[in-house]
């Protein structure tokens, strides 16, 4: 920290999460200079990008001793899982996020769902096997559909919902025989399949106490209607117990029986088990016929919920990050603006398969003439003075508004001002059957 009580912070990554954190941040009085490793084209109007990625544990320790940065920000989950808390803990230098062993709960669904089901946490029925011929065993005994989950990282492709016992074997066979997953894949989950509209619950966890952010939804498949293959995520509304002249999607109920009977009981459990959970904890909630059931943990900020979450956040969030680390959350009051929110995700042609890179994209200053819009960058960068396509998901379009009606009706607006060639996006965030649980 220098004279002025400011710090000069890292953040690992490099989506529209990353720059959505560090547009945040970037209004704190306490940021005396922003890194990103390594960031993309939006993040470097707001800081220097710094070319590490986000795995390269030592290269990126290198240069938080070179730079004399005084906080990180490990955001994606590889790093988190690699136990990079924990190896700059060791060395003495300032980190936001949870250990590697807390880490768990996302790197290991094993883990998660042995987990669960000794702390009586509401999850699917389930068996874990690292042996193809067991599995295929257990497999005659079940109804379909049924879910079987690569217990590993595996970018979102690790669940497979199977219709049929060919497929569920096929898949068996692929993860544990063939090994398409390789390690990720040693050992699979096979899981009783849960119906219901999907939440994203995030929580602040300084280790002692919690503070649960506003509920959200994301909208996890390609195609309209939710159908089509999973994505990292095609667009997020929030807050979802809150609504203008109607029902509340989550009642204040629904949200009580969350936070005690998920969230404290999974911190309260982690902490028991011996491993404390400082961080952002972020339950992906399925509302089933019998209640509320997890579907998974991540330990980390959502992507697109979080470009979401920091148009409504009020509170600066450096101090909160500061307040996790100090474990004195309980000394702040973490407010959110009376707004509602959204994210639409502009995708590549192709993806979440196969997609070219390097298309120009046009119009992003004409989308922010409205004041109430941000166009977060993820899969972006400059080349010759253009701005390109440089991943699967591209921008996150966000706005704000007093109803998530007109909140929709802006960023829609905004993103008809944005072009590149092939640009994908989905029509009905937000609204029709998706989000009304009915
Ligand atoms: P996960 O990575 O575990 O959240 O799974 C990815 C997606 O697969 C979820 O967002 C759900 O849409 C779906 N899914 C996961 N587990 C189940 C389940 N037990 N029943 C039905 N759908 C599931
Ligand atoms: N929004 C999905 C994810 O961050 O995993």
């Known amino acids: ?257 969350i936070e005690k009977n998920i969230v404290a009981k999974t911190l309260s459990g982690m902490k028991d088990d011996g491993n404390t959970f400082s961080g952002i904890l972020y339950p992906g909630l399925m509302l089933t016929p019998d209640g509320p059931k997890i579907l998974e943990y991540n330990a980390r900020f959502g992507d697109p919920e979080t470009e979401t979450y920091m148009r409504l956040l009020e509170t600066d969030l450096l101090e909160i990050i500061n307040a996790c680390i100090d474990q004195k959350l309980s000394e702040i009051k973490i407010k959110w603006n009376s707004n509602f929110a959204c994210t639409i995700m502009l995708a590549s042609e192709g993806y979440p398969g196969v997609y070219e890179k390097g298309k120009i994209i046009m119009g992003i200053e004409e989308a922010e003439k409205d004041k109430n819009v941000i166009v977060f960058h993820a899969g972006t960068k400059m080349e010759d003075n253009n701005l390109i396509t440089n991943g699967g998901r591209v921008l996150g379009v966000s706005a704000i508004g007093a109803s998530l009606e007109e909140a929709l009706d802006t960023a829609y607006r905004a993103v008809l001002k944005i072009s590149f060639e092939g640009m994908q996006y989905r029509k009905d965030i937000g609204r029709g059957s998706f989000f009304n649980p009915n």
């Not at 005396?32 to 986000?54: C, D």
């Not at 699917?124 to 559909?145: R, W």
């Not at 509920?215 to 979802?240: C, F, V, W, Y």
């Open 1 to 257: 920290m220098n004279e002025n009580n400011k710090q000069k912070i890292l953040i690992i990554g490099s989506g529209g999460r990353e720059h959505a954190i560090g547009w945040k941040i970037k209004q704190s009085p306490l940021c005396g200079g922003l890194y990103f490793a390594p960031g993309n084209a939006g993040t470097a109007k707001l800081g220097v990008n710094v070319p590490i990625k986000a795995t390269d544990i030592k290269d990126l320790f290198d240069f938080v001793k070179k730079e004399k940065i005084d906080l990180t920000l490990a955001i994606p989950d590889d790093p988190l899982a690699l136990g990079i808390v924990d190896q700059f803990q060791k060395e003495g230098l300032r980190i936001f996020g949870p250990t590697k062993a807390a880490a768990q709960l996302e790197s290991s669904k094993a883990f998660s769902k042995n987990f669960m089901q000794s702390h009586n946490l509401p999850t699917a029925k389930f068996k874990i096997f690292d042996d193809y011929e067991k599995a295929k065993g257990y497999l005659n005994t079940q109804n379909l559909p049924i879910v079987i989950k690569v217990s590993g990282l595996a970018l979102g492709k690790g669940v497979i919902i199977a219709e049929t016992k060919e497929e569920a074997e096929k898949a068996l066979e692929d993860i544990l025989v063939k090994k398409t997953f390789g390690e990720a894949g040693r050992e699979v989950v096979i899981e009783e399949f849960l119906t219901g509209p999907e939440i994203s619950i995030h929580v602040f966890s300084d280790g002692k106490n919690y503070s649960i952010f506003p509920t959200s939804q994301d909208h996890k498949r390609i195609g309209e209607g939710n159908t089509g293959p999973n994505t990292g995520g095609m667009g997020t509304i929030a807050p979802l117990s809150r609504q203008v002249g109607g029902q509340a999607f989550v009642t204040d109920e629904l949200l009580n029986n």
